[in-house]
């Protein structure tokens, strides 16, 4: 064995396997993977296997693209061939219009990354499976490319190339303890002796808690037990001539693939149960938990009623196994958290048919620092301190009995709340809030017309459209209040903080006292990492000379991990996280000013506090900091305030509003005044695959800086010129908006592909964010916008349609 090497991959399941094999295609061949015993011992060897081309985002259809076309390459190779059944199709059903307008979603989203969804009625869905009733059906959604692999083979052969490729695999080998030292290598301590390297892979499947204790952090994934079972032969699958497309099932919670002449069934039982919380046997090894049948029996029911064959035919064999589960189903694939050269690929609940496209994601982080796509849907840092194993199995249980049922636009559902709160958050309750959730944040999104409003779940403008409408005016008009809370705040001290601060971002940097100002991160490669407002508060009695770095809330850990990255051992800076401990509440209006002064001693006029300003102060009794700053491109405030201080400050300015008519707004208002602003929002508009130039951010990069991360690779993507464009688009519809993902053609081919959109209120329009090709970027540029599977016109506009020149929020 081995006792030095770059990389060690802990796991030999398929997320391992996979991994390994493509450090070795990205260039990589002194690596490891070790085992505890054999591989595909704990999940892999019992999975169903399906291999979908189906995800929620485009960066999921795109890994599990990679996924199929691997698989294929593989099973083909006549050196070590594999079991694929590739492309037998396969169908989702749906019963309602609701599930099939998100299905012409989907299909919309996948055409972009050059995937064929077919959207087909209830008859078209019984001729390509003729096992299957159409009572109580609508359609489906085809995926040509559906089938099912080996698990064993897959991973016996993505462990074959690798070792060719020089990669080596210790079966059998026991990790014992992790140790990580000054300079960030890591020993990996085995029963079999000890491996120094460089990096660790955390590829545990259900032991990723056992292995996250090693290295002194745990990860939010819980397992669950599952069932499925193997038919006997079925007659008419014999008769039906081909193979049986795959079926998955959200009216009864179960599906099915043909194995050999019967099927294999599997079920998302309503009574499903969590597995492993207390701990797990250490001989638990290609094991299985007790069959528990009658846990599924009402689900199995519903199976009988849509496959009435499935009544006729004797069950060969039971399987129950565990299968692990995140917080929002998706897995965890990137950097650890808080550490240096850790990454993990764990979470995997349908790890088979997709980790091909993990493990391909993932070595390229591991080996460039970025991967081909944004990967903040797997990242691990998209879940920050309120994510723990407990909370995981809540959420896990919702998502088990929600399997195949997607969520739609604005839907939150309700297990694992309220995780963060504030004091305002009972009170908000009181006053009619109802509530979406940022990084587990309960944030008031709306003010409810009535206690019992429920608005529909659609990809059309559902009932809220007129209660945003009335918060937009208030704020438009008069003067609205907000409570924005979880945003990220990182204090920055030392005499080298500016110096710092220059070389990370790509712009200007201020240093002068009492000014804010907004800047761009790059990556290595030249494409945005982030974005922060950076203000410079002088020394006071609340602390000495500081930079507030702020960012958007789902970016505590990322931006954190970021800066601390790149901290020099010879520079005089301190980064402290003020995330939990403090609250923004935003004050906006053409009277913000008057309901400001009414209730904070000082001269708020605009001479003397003008835009892009910061000062501390108190709000009535209570200390706040108040930044001149604008997301709604009206007049605003945001007045930062200790969470001890908060109902206190919110007291006073209720107090001081009411002379003028202040009423609270949520944070759909605020989504649709930044569309109308030109604003944009980090991982919807700002990506990692766009740099800034195409990003439309050319104003923030000041090129001839002497250094910043990213210079050379930015100067080099420049001088090529963009590959895409950002565009503001008004959309020619009044019944829908345009989702993130859907596509945008011309002449029949995706020229394009929207990030964000919604109602301009203020400007009575349709308007959405796109990456369109750069031909496609002219104003006045017609697109067609497939929404839902509608075609309707889009239109290429100039950005900020409303109060172009910010004269608003500057006055």
């Not at 074959?160 to 014992?176: C, D, I, L, Q, S």
């Not at 959109?757 to 006045?780: C, E, S």
């Amino acid at each position: 064995m081995k006792t030095r090497t770059k990389v060690v991959v802990i796991g030999g399941g398929i997320a391992g396997c996979s991994t390994l094999y493509h450090l070795t295609q990205e260039g990589w061949s002194d690596v490891v993977l070790v085992e505890r015993n054999e591989l595909t011992s704990g999940t892999t060897w019992h999975s169903a296997a399906q291999v979908t081309n189906f995800g929620m985002n485009q960066t999921m259809v795109g890994l599990k693209s990679h996924s199929i076309a691997l698989y294929k390459k593989l099973s083909e190779n006549p050196e070590y061939p594999i079991n694929y059944h590739h492309g037998d199709g396969g169908i989702r059903l749906a019963n309602t219009e609701a599930q099939m307008q998100g299905y012409r979603h989907f299909a919309s989203m996948a055409r972009g990354m050059d995937v064929d969804f077919e959207v087909i009625d209830a008859a078209e869905c019984a001729r390509r499976h003729p096992l299957i009733s159409t009572t109580n059906l609508l359609g489906g959604l085809w995926d040509p490319l559906d089938g099912d692999i080996d698990p064993a083979q897959l991973c016996q052969a993505l462990a074959y190339h690798a070792r060719k490729a020089g990669a080596e695999v210790y079966r059998n080998t026991p990790v014992t303890a992790l140790t990580q030292h000054k300079d960030d290598t890591w020993t990996v301590h085995t029963e079999k002796g000890d491996i120094d390297c460089d990096i660790v892979v955390n590829a545990c499947g259900y032991r990723v808690n056992e292995v996250g204790a090693m290295m002194g952090v745990h990860h939010p994934v819980a397992s669950m037990e599952h069932q499925y079972f193997l038919t006997e032969d079925i007659p008419e699958i014999a008769a039906a001539g081909h193979r049986m497309p795959l079926l998955r099932c959200p009216i009864s919670d179960y599906y099915s693939r043909q194995e050999k002449g019967g099927l294999l069934v599997g079920f998302y039982e309503q009574a499903c149960k969590t597995w492993g919380m207390d701990g797990i046997d250490p001989n638990f090894v290609n094991a299985l938990c007790p069959d528990d049948l009658d846990r599924v029996m009402d689900v199995l029911a519903g199976a009988f009623e849509r496959m009435p064959a499935l009544e006729r035919t004797g069950i060969r064999s039971v399987v129950n196994g565990p299968i692990t589960y995140t917080i929002d189903g998706a897995p965890l694939v990137g950097p650890i958290p808080g550490k240096r050269n850790a990454f993990c690929i764990i979470g995997l609940r349908a790890g088979l048919g997709e980790g091909g496209g993990h493990g391909w994601l993932l070595a390229q982080q591991i080996v460039h620092g970025e991967a081909c796509y944004d990967t903040w849907c797997i990242d691990p840092r998209r879940f920050t301190g309120h994510a723990n194993v407990e909370l995981t199995a809540l959420k896990a249980i919702e998502d088990y009995q929600n399997e195949f049922r997607f969520h739609f636009p604005h839907e939150h559902r309700p297990a694992g709340r309220p995780a963060k709160t504030t004091p305002l958050t009972p009170i908000l309750a009181a006053e009619g809030a109802e509530f979406t959730v940022v990084n587990g944040w309960e944030r008031m999104d709306y003010l409810k017309p009535f206690p019992d409003f429920h608005p529909s779940l659609s990809f059309d403008f559902d009932e809220t459209f007129e209660c945003v409408a009335a918060e937009v005016h208030n704020v438009q008009t008069n003067v609205g209040l907000c409570e924005v809370n979880g945003f990220n705040r990182i204090e920055i001290t030392g005499d080298d903080r500016h110096a710092f601060l220059d070389r990370m971002f790509c712009g200007a940097v201020s240093r002068r006292p009492g000014r804010v100002g907004l800047g761009y991160l790059l990556n290595d490669h030249g494409m945005l990492k982030g974005e922060a407002t950076l203000a410079n508060l002088p020394a006071s009695d609340r602390g000495p000379a500081r930079v507030w770095y702020g960012s958007a809330a789902a970016s505590e850990f990322h931006d954190m991990d970021w800066l601390t990255q790149h901290l020099r051992a010879d520079e005089d800076v301190q980064l402290r996280s003020l995330t939990n401990d403090q609250t923004i509440l935003v004050l906006a209006g053409p009277r913000a000013r008057d309901v400001l002064a009414a209730c904070a001693r000082g001269d708020w006029s605009n001479a003397a506090f003008p835009w892009l300003s910061v000062r501390e102060c108190f709000i009535g009794f209570a200390p706040a900091t108040v930044m001149r700053v604008s997301f709604s491109g009206e007049l605003a405030y945001e007045i930062h305030v200790p969470n001890a201080s908060l109902y206190a400050a919110y007291l006073a300015l209720r107090e001081a509003g009411k002379a003028f008519d202040l009423k609270l707004f949520g944070a759909r208002a605020v989504d649709q005044m930044r569309l109308e602003k030109g604003f944009l929002h980090w991982k919807a508009d700002i990506l990692t695959e766009f740099d800034p130039f195409e990003t439309g951010l050319a104003r923030f990069v000041k090129t001839d800086k002497a250094a910043f991360v990213g210079k050379d690779a930015l100067l080099a993507r420049q001088a090529k010129g963009p590959d895409k464009t950002l565009v503001t688009l008004k959309v020619a519809a009044t019944h829908a908006p345009a989702h993130g993902g859907a596509s945008l053609m011309q002449a029949g081919r995706v020229v394009g592909t929207v990030t964000s959109g919604g109602w301009g209120h203020r400007v009575n329009m349709n308007l959405a964010y796109a990456f369109v090709q750069p031909d496609f970027a002219t104003i006045g540029t017609v697109l067609s916008l497939d929404t839902c599977g509608a075609q309707v016109a889009a239109e290429v506009i100039a950005p900020c349609p409303y109060d172009h020149a910010h004269t608003r929020m500057r006055s």
